[in-house]
């Protein structure tokens, strides 16, 4: 009876520390999909890819574990809702091309069907976590040695130095006329009008500025073109955005001190955990030559690397005849099969979103996620 007595504080604090810890592990999606941009904005994206939000449960829904894999098969799946988990994160997305139906004759048509059966939410950022700073290709660079590191093609602001891709400026000089133009212009959608004073050769003007995108140019201009006695020289600029430090598609990996082409490529085994790669030796190159910049590109390099200027390319796979033309201008190349050079990146990934969400929620890696193709 006493040995009774001294369990059941013990049992309640257990159960009080359990509920607890569970009201801790929750995050409502809008919330996490809004930290998870934080973390790597989805505008880092190319435009031919589909990342973010696949698949949303109906809301209300509240995140305990979030399901870090490279690519979500149905034996990923599975896997998943085993371990009860609220959100997958898949590094590629299984929703790529447009679904005509949701039926169960497909395997990624029934992925669809066993996430929203089971209030699974579907997220990936794919080519975000290419071009972040801290994402994909700055983890692959990290398997070559001390090196440092600028993307290949970066990133720009999507926002800077202003709304629109040109600006339109010119001179009115009557102030009825510049009412006129301003009135009209600012009709025209996605214009924005600013203006100022000026003097040209001892005359007062009014100089107009308009930030304007691609197709509301070709308006502005229709109007300029009907109304050429309001106005005077003309000037029609093309805005570029800055690039955004570190970020963009693919590296260039300056190394501090050059290693044999041998070396490399055991470092590049080493840090991918790969017992084989395959290795195109560049026209006049052996396994001893020196490597001093390596070129690389998680996935498929073939159009991040073409007339990258290196010793060494590093990337999934290429095709047939882009390997051809590297190895003829003497650079070699490593291909490592496309999602082996991706998903180690996911361990450092579980180890940043928990810094970064606060561990808030419970973040786990699939242990079923493999690349498809193997060595035998």
Avoid at 96 to 113: A, C, D, G
Avoid at 221 to 229: D, H
Avoid at 320 to 341: K, M, P, Y
Wanted: charge should be negative; hydrophobic fraction near 40%.
């Amino acid at each position: 009876l006493l040995s009774r007595v001294r369990l059941i504080p013990t049992t309640v604090r257990l159960v009080h520390s359990l509920i607890c810890s569970s009201s801790r592990s929750f995050m409502d999606l809008k919330v996490l999909l809004s930290s998870l941009n934080d973390f790597a904005s989805l505008s880092l994206a190319e435009s031919w890819d589909n990342v973010g939000l696949l698949v949303e449960p109906s809301p209300p829904h509240t995140v305990n574990t979030l399901f870090l894999t490279n690519d979500l098969t149905e034996e990923v799946m599975e896997e998943a809702l085993q371990k009860k988990a609220d959100l997958i994160l898949s590094y590629h997305p299984p929703i790529f091309r447009p679904l005509k139906h949701i039926t169960w004759k497909t395997w990624k048509e029934r992925l669809v069907i066993r996430a929203l059966e089971n209030r699974v939410g579907i997220y990936s950022p794919h080519t975000a976590y290419d071009a972040a700073p801290q994402g994909v290709n700055s983890w692959l660079a990290k398997g070559l040695g001390v090196c440092t590191s600028r993307p290949i093609h970066p990133s720009k602001a999507p926002n800077y130095p202003t709304v629109g891709t040109h600006r339109v400026e010119f001179s009115v000089n009557c102030t009825q006329h510049l009412d006129k133009v301003i009135s009209a212009v600012k009709e025209i959608p996605d214009v924005s009008v600013t203006s100022f004073s000026t003097r040209t050769d001892d005359e007062e003007q009014t100089r107009v500025s308009l930030n304007c995108s691609q197709e509301a140019l070709l308006q502005v201009v229709a109007f300029l073109s009907q109304n050429r006695q309001f106005y005077q020289k003309t000037e029609i600029l093309l805005l570029e955005k800055p690039p955004l430090p570190q970020t963009g598609m693919g590296r260039l990996c300056t190394l501090d001190e050059p290693a044999s082409l041998a070396t490399m490529i055991e470092r590049v085994k080493r840090h991918l955990k790969l017992a084989h790669v395959r290795l195109a030796l560049g026209v006049g190159r052996t396994l001893e030559s020196p490597v001093k910049v390596v070129a690389l590109c998680a996935g498929s390099g073939s159009t991040v690397l073409q007339g990258a200027e290196a010793d060494l390319y590093l990337t999934g796979e290429m095709s047939h005849h882009d390997v051809l033309d590297a190895a003829s201008q003497g650079i070699s190349v490593i291909l490592c099969e496309h999602s082996n050079t991706e998903r180690g990146f996911l361990s450092d990934l579980r180890d940043m979103l928990g810094t970064h969400l606060e561990n808030k929620i419970n973040i786990i890696l699939s242990e079923r996620d493999r690349d498809p193709l193997h060595v035998i």
